[in-house]
Protein backbone atom coordinates (compact mmCIF):
# COMPACT_ATOMS: atom_id res chain seq x y z
CA UNK A 1 0.00 0.00 0.00
CA UNK A 2 1.06 3.50 -0.82
CA UNK A 3 1.67 5.64 1.75
CA UNK A 4 -1.11 8.11 2.59
CA UNK A 5 -0.40 12.04 3.26
CA UNK A 6 -2.42 14.05 5.41
CA UNK A 7 -2.04 17.62 3.67
CA UNK A 8 -3.69 20.93 5.32
CA UNK A 9 -5.57 23.42 3.37
CA UNK A 10 -2.67 26.17 2.71
CA UNK A 11 -2.14 29.06 5.56
CA UNK A 12 -1.29 32.37 4.03
CA UNK A 13 1.18 34.90 6.81
CA UNK A 14 -0.49 38.03 8.05
CA UNK A 15 1.57 39.07 10.70
CA UNK A 16 5.52 38.03 11.74
CA UNK A 17 5.84 38.59 15.56
CA UNK A 18 8.61 37.26 16.68
CA UNK A 19 12.23 36.38 14.40
CA UNK A 20 13.51 33.57 13.84
CA UNK A 21 16.71 31.47 12.58
CA UNK A 22 14.99 28.34 11.60
CA UNK A 23 15.00 26.96 8.45
CA UNK A 24 12.19 28.12 5.82
CA UNK A 25 10.65 30.11 8.49
CA UNK A 26 13.61 33.02 8.94
CA UNK A 27 13.16 33.58 5.19
CA UNK A 28 8.80 33.92 5.57
CA UNK A 29 7.42 36.57 4.66
CA UNK A 30 3.52 38.25 4.96
CA UNK A 31 1.97 36.99 2.32
CA UNK A 32 3.58 33.44 1.99
CA UNK A 33 1.59 30.62 1.67
CA UNK A 34 2.08 27.66 4.26
CA UNK A 35 1.18 24.25 3.54
CA UNK A 36 1.57 21.62 6.18
CA UNK A 37 1.67 17.73 5.62
CA UNK A 38 1.89 14.07 7.69
CA UNK A 39 3.03 11.36 5.95
CA UNK A 40 0.65 8.08 7.35
CA UNK A 41 2.77 5.39 8.37
CA UNK A 42 3.91 4.50 11.89
CA UNK A 43 6.43 6.06 13.82
CA UNK A 44 10.77 5.42 13.87
CA UNK A 45 11.91 3.39 16.79
CA UNK A 46 15.20 4.80 18.57
CA UNK A 47 17.62 2.27 20.42
CA UNK A 48 15.95 2.52 23.68
CA UNK A 49 12.91 1.27 22.36
CA UNK A 50 10.53 4.48 22.27
CA UNK A 51 9.38 6.34 19.44
CA UNK A 52 10.32 8.85 17.65
CA UNK A 53 7.99 11.93 17.45
CA UNK A 54 5.78 12.27 14.09
CA UNK A 55 7.18 14.36 11.78
CA UNK A 56 5.49 17.25 9.62
CA UNK A 57 6.90 18.95 6.54
CA UNK A 58 6.10 22.75 5.86
CA UNK A 59 6.55 23.92 2.50
CA UNK A 60 6.30 27.17 1.65
CA UNK A 61 4.45 27.35 -1.53
CA UNK A 62 5.12 30.87 -2.15
CA UNK A 63 9.03 30.59 -2.53
CA UNK A 64 8.91 27.38 -3.06
CA UNK A 65 11.00 25.69 -0.42
CA UNK A 66 10.55 23.23 2.05
CA UNK A 67 11.46 21.57 5.69
CA UNK A 68 10.86 18.78 8.23
CA UNK A 69 9.82 19.25 12.23
CA UNK A 70 8.21 17.36 14.72
CA UNK A 71 4.57 18.61 15.63
CA UNK A 72 6.28 20.59 18.81
CA UNK A 73 8.67 22.19 16.84
CA UNK A 74 5.92 22.95 14.30
CA UNK A 75 4.04 24.22 16.80
CA UNK A 76 6.69 26.48 18.68
CA UNK A 77 8.24 27.57 15.18
CA UNK A 78 4.35 29.19 14.38
CA UNK A 79 4.38 31.43 17.62
CA UNK A 80 6.09 34.03 15.87
CA UNK A 81 3.80 34.75 12.92
CA UNK A 82 0.14 34.87 12.58
CA UNK A 83 -1.45 32.80 9.85
CA UNK A 84 -4.94 32.60 8.86
CA UNK A 85 -6.76 29.86 6.05
CA UNK A 86 -5.94 30.50 2.41
CA UNK A 87 -8.98 31.20 0.42
CA UNK A 88 -7.62 31.69 -3.42
CA UNK A 89 -9.71 34.59 -5.20
CA UNK A 90 -12.56 33.48 -7.18
CA UNK A 91 -11.88 33.53 -10.49
CA UNK A 92 -14.55 35.67 -13.14
CA UNK A 93 -14.95 34.82 -16.17
CA UNK A 94 -13.31 37.43 -18.84
CA UNK A 95 -14.97 39.32 -19.85
CA UNK A 96 -16.41 41.28 -17.67
CA UNK A 97 -16.85 45.32 -17.00
CA UNK A 98 -13.87 45.44 -14.56
CA UNK A 99 -11.41 43.03 -16.46
CA UNK A 100 -12.58 45.25 -19.36
CA UNK A 101 -11.81 48.12 -18.02
CA UNK A 102 -8.46 47.39 -16.27
CA UNK A 103 -7.58 45.69 -19.98
CA UNK A 104 -8.28 48.76 -21.68
CA UNK A 105 -5.80 50.66 -19.49
CA UNK A 106 -3.18 48.10 -19.50
CA UNK A 107 -3.41 48.43 -23.72
CA UNK A 108 -2.50 51.74 -23.32
CA UNK A 109 0.13 50.97 -21.15
CA UNK A 110 2.02 48.57 -23.40
CA UNK A 111 1.29 50.82 -26.24
CA UNK A 112 3.12 53.75 -24.05
CA UNK A 113 -0.04 55.98 -24.50
CA UNK A 114 0.16 56.21 -20.62
CA UNK A 115 2.31 56.09 -18.28
CA UNK A 116 1.05 56.59 -14.87
CA UNK A 117 -1.98 55.49 -13.35
CA UNK A 118 -3.93 56.19 -9.52
CA UNK A 119 -6.35 53.18 -9.01
CA UNK A 120 -9.26 52.14 -6.19
CA UNK A 121 -11.23 49.29 -6.38
CA UNK A 122 -13.83 47.59 -4.05
CA UNK A 123 -13.88 43.84 -2.87
CA UNK A 124 -17.06 41.92 -1.87
CA UNK A 125 -16.99 43.32 0.94
CA UNK A 126 -17.60 47.05 -0.52
CA UNK A 127 -16.09 49.98 1.75
CA UNK A 128 -17.14 48.11 4.69
CA UNK A 129 -13.65 46.47 4.45
CA UNK A 130 -12.39 45.39 1.27
CA UNK A 131 -10.84 48.66 -0.44
CA UNK A 132 -7.13 48.36 -2.96
CA UNK A 133 -5.54 51.21 -4.35
CA UNK A 134 -2.75 51.90 -6.27
CA UNK A 135 -0.46 54.11 -7.35
CA UNK A 136 2.54 54.29 -10.13
CA UNK A 137 4.12 56.15 -12.85
CA UNK A 138 2.99 59.59 -11.11
CA UNK A 139 4.41 62.15 -8.99
CA UNK A 140 2.58 64.01 -6.41
CA UNK A 141 1.36 66.90 -8.01
CA UNK A 142 0.35 64.23 -10.89
CA UNK A 143 -1.72 62.06 -8.52
CA UNK A 144 -3.67 65.62 -6.89
CA UNK A 145 -4.50 66.13 -10.34
CA UNK A 146 -5.62 62.65 -11.21
CA UNK A 147 -7.51 62.67 -7.91
CA UNK A 148 -9.16 65.79 -8.67
CA UNK A 149 -10.21 64.80 -11.86
CA UNK A 150 -11.89 61.71 -10.23
CA UNK A 151 -13.53 63.47 -7.67
CA UNK A 152 -15.21 66.02 -10.96
CA UNK A 153 -15.78 63.22 -12.34
CA UNK A 154 -18.08 62.22 -9.41
CA UNK A 155 -19.65 64.82 -8.76
CA UNK A 156 -20.57 65.49 -12.36
CA UNK A 157 -22.15 61.71 -12.44
CA UNK A 158 -23.97 62.14 -8.97
CA UNK A 159 -25.49 65.77 -10.15
CA UNK A 160 -26.50 63.24 -13.27
CA UNK A 161 -28.07 60.83 -11.16
CA UNK A 162 -30.12 63.80 -9.37
CA UNK A 163 -31.65 64.85 -12.05
CA UNK A 164 -33.32 62.37 -13.11
CA UNK A 165 -35.92 62.11 -9.74
Known amino acids: MDVIILASQPFRITAVTRKTRAELFKDAAVGDIL ?14 GGSYA ?23 RLRGFDIIPHVPAQVIPFPNPVAETIESFARLARSGEITGVVMAALGPGRLAEDTYSAITGVNYTERRALISTLEDAATVAMLDATDDY
Open 35 to 48: RFSLAMEGPGRCSG
Open 54 to 76: CVVKTENLTQGTSTHNTLNRISE
